[in-house]
C-alpha cells in the first residue's frame, strides 16, 4: 500500500523503521512544525522529519490538519492508508475520509483503558501491572475507534516512563506494521471498543510532577518513576527546585517525617507518610544529575532540614 506516515517525536521512529523495511510504500511523513529547542531557540525539525530528511522522504508540516493546502497535497499523494504514531495533533473528519483505509493509530495502551495523550504514564502512575498497545481505526473521538490488533507488556517494578514506553515503541512498530499487511490482504476486523473500563490519561503537568511526600513510598515511587524521563520529578530544597531520579522504597528504615531528609553514608533518606526512600540521582537548577549522597555532602545538608 502507498502510506503517509503522521508521528512527531522519537516514539515514532521505531515504526517508521519497520515500515521501511516492510513491502509498503512510504511517500511522505507527516509532523509537527518545527520548534525552537535548546539555549539558542533554535528551529529543530522533530524526530520522525528528521528521520524523512535521512531516508528521502517528502515532509508535511502542516500548523493544522485541517489546513486546504495540507489536505489537497495529502489527496495528491493518494495513499491507501496513514498509520499514526504520536503525531501531536486532532484530524478532522475531512482529512480522515482521504485515505482508502483510512488512519490506524498506534497507542500505547489496552484500549479502552489511558484514552489520551499519556497512556504509559499513567499506567505506571496508578500502579498497573500490564499495560499494552493497540491498534485502531482514528475518528473524531478520542482513541474511540475500533481496534484491529493488541498485544500486551508487563510493567517491571523499577520501570520509568521512558523504559516503559521504549519497549511499546519497538514491539508496537510490528504490530502496526502487522495490521497493514492485513488491512492490504483484506483479512483486517475492526472491533468496537468495550463499553467498560475507559480511562482517561490527560497529558502529564509540571504540578502532577512535583513529589508530594505526605503521600505513602510506593505512591511516591510510582509518580517519580511515571514522571521519568518527562517532564520530571521535582521537589523544593532550600527554595530552590531540585530534580529527582527514580528512588527505592526502604521497608525497614528509620521513622521520619514526611519531605525530611535523613543523610547516612552510603544513602540519603526521604521521609513519606509511611516508611522512608533512599534518593538516586538529584539535579539542582543549573546543574548536572549526581548521586544523592555527592548532593548532600556538597549541600553540607544539616539535621532537621527537608523538603517541601
Known sequence: MRLV???????????????????????????????????????????????????????????RPREPEFQERLRQLAPDCVPVVAYGAL?????????????????????????????????????????????????????????????TEEIRPADTSGDLLGRLADAGAGLLVAVLDAIEAGTARAHPQPADGVSLAPKVTVDDARVRWNDPAFAVDRRIRACTPAPGAFTTFRNERVKLGPVHP????????????????????VG???????????????KKAMPATDWARGLRIQPGERFE
Do not use: C, M
Not at 509511611?274 to 537548577?285: D, I, K, Y
Open 5 to 63: 506516515f503522521a508521528g512527531t517525536p522519537a516514539v515514532a521512529v521505531p515504526s517508521l523503521d519497520a515500515i521501511a523495511a516492510s513491502r509498503h510504500e512510504l511517500v511522505a511523513v507527516l509532523t509537527r512544525p518545527d520548534a525552537p529547542a535548546g539555549r539558542g531557540r533554535h528551529l529543530v525539525r522533530s524526530p520522525a522529519g528528521a528521520w524523512a530528511d535521512e531516508h528521502g522522504v517528502e515532509v508535511l508540516t502542516p500548523a
Open 91 to 151: 484530524v478532522p473528519p475531512s482529512a480522515l475520509e482521504i485515505p482508502k483505509h483510512g488512519w490506524v493509530n498506534l497507542h500505547f495502551s489496552l484500549l479502552p483503558a489511558w484514552r489520551g495523550a499519556a497512556p504509559v504514564q499513567h499506567a505506571v502512575l496508578h500502579g498497573d501491572e500490564v499495560t499494552g498497545a493497540s491498534v485502531f481505526e482514528l475518528e473524531a473521538g478520542l482513541d474511540t475507534g475500533p481496534v484491529y490488533g493488541t498485544l
Open 250 to 269: 526502604i521497608a525497614n528504615g528509620p521513622s521520619l517525617p514526611p519531605g525530611d531528609l535523613a543523610v547516612e553514608r552510603a544513602q540519603v533518606l
Open 272 to 286: 513519606t507518610a509511611t516508611t522512608p526512600v533512599a534518593l538516586g540521582e538529584v539535579r539542582a537548577a543549573g
